[in-house]
């Protein structure tokens, strides 16, 4: 007989007292149930339950083999479900939370095409530069810029978030194009509140580079130093992806191209026991295909 059909008669007779309980709830007769629980016991060698007219009973060794049969069935029941699910079309409400500035200039144009792919997803996202607590803020996600701790969440690499240093050519006009890193001492650096200019370091293969000087206008958001910067008050170190299309139209331009500028780590985190909804995995999938490789 099927062993495992056999494992699932037997715990069905002990889970509801009677072989004839058991063979009702598994859809045979009770000689059939009677002839798995004997096969079983033939295989093994060892007696599982002790039985007379009036009641039964599980052997010492019936005991431990009934608790091994319960986690094998619940292991198999949970393999076919995952199975299930990576079939499963995505769908329902994901949560995820991001960097203001890359959420806003990079994954929001991007979820264009994610839910063109995935029209039965709705996402909320929430966007804040704080470090968001994924279980206690019902998240299914974040996208984290900077190292991680160890926080028991899974972790994917994106591309490292590139920074660059532009002026407004009308600033530039006025207080003219600083040639190296060493010349920003003698301009206006506009800066991110809290944010010191150690910084601002640049490195090429000849030597490195760090910004000196204070920032006369400092502001607590990356948009805000953009539009600063367009308006010609001063020098501004900002993401890539903010900056690009400014660059682009040259209503910005880039300097220092020679000095490599800093990155920082980018990552998606997870809850390891999220991943088996087919909804999460269509987005982890999406922004790691989409943005690891910036």
């Not at 007779?13 to 045979?28: E, F, H, K, T, Y």
């Not at 083999?65 to 949970?78: G, K, P, S, T, V």
């Not at 601002?200 to 760090?210: F, I, K, L, P, V």
Request: proline share 5%; hydrophobic share 45%.
């Amino acid at each position: 007989m099927d062993l495992l059909g056999s494992m699932k008669v037997f715990v069905q007779i002990v889970d509801r007292g009677s072989l004839s309980a058991a063979a009702a709830a598994s859809g045979i007769s009770p000689t059939m149930a009677g002839n798995h629980l004997r096969a079983l016991e033939q295989r093994l060698g060892m007696k599982l339950l002790n039985r007379t007219t009036r009641r039964q009973q599980l052997t010492s060794f019936g005991q431990d083999y009934y608790a091994r049969c319960q986690e094998i069935l619940r292991l198999i029941a949970d393999a076919d479900s995952q199975a299930h699910d990576l079939q499963a079309t995505p769908t329902g409400q994901l949560r995820v939370t991001a960097p203001v500035t890359f959420g806003t200039e990079a994954l929001i144009p991007a979820l264009a095409e994610y839910l063109a792919q995935y029209p039965d997803i709705h996402i909320d996202l929430v966007l804040s530069d704080r470090v968001t607590h994924l279980v206690e803020e019902g998240f299914d996600a974040a996208i984290r810029i900077g190292d991680l701790p160890d926080s028991g969440l899974i972790a994917q690499t994106l591309a490292p978030y590139r920074l660059l240093v532009c002026a407004a050519p009308s600033y530039l006009a006025r207080r003219g194009t600083p040639t190296s890193p060493d010349d920003l001492s003698a301009h206006e650096c506009l800066s991110f509140s809290h944010t010191a200019f150690e910084q601002w370091r640049m490195q090429n293969h000849e030597s490195g580079a760090r910004v000196p000087g204070s920032a006369r206008l400092q502001l607590n958001n990356g948009q805000a130093l953009r539009v600063a910067a367009l308006h010609g008050l001063g020098i501004v170190l900002q993401p890539a992806a903010l900056l690009q299309a400014d660059i682009a139209a040259g209503r910005l331009i880039q300097l220092f191209p020679s000095y490599p500028l800093p990155t920082r780590q980018m990552s998606i985190v997870y809850l390891p026991d999220r991943y088996r909804s087919a909804r999460l995995r269509s987005f982890v999938d999406f922004v790691v295909t989409r943005f690891g490789g910036m």
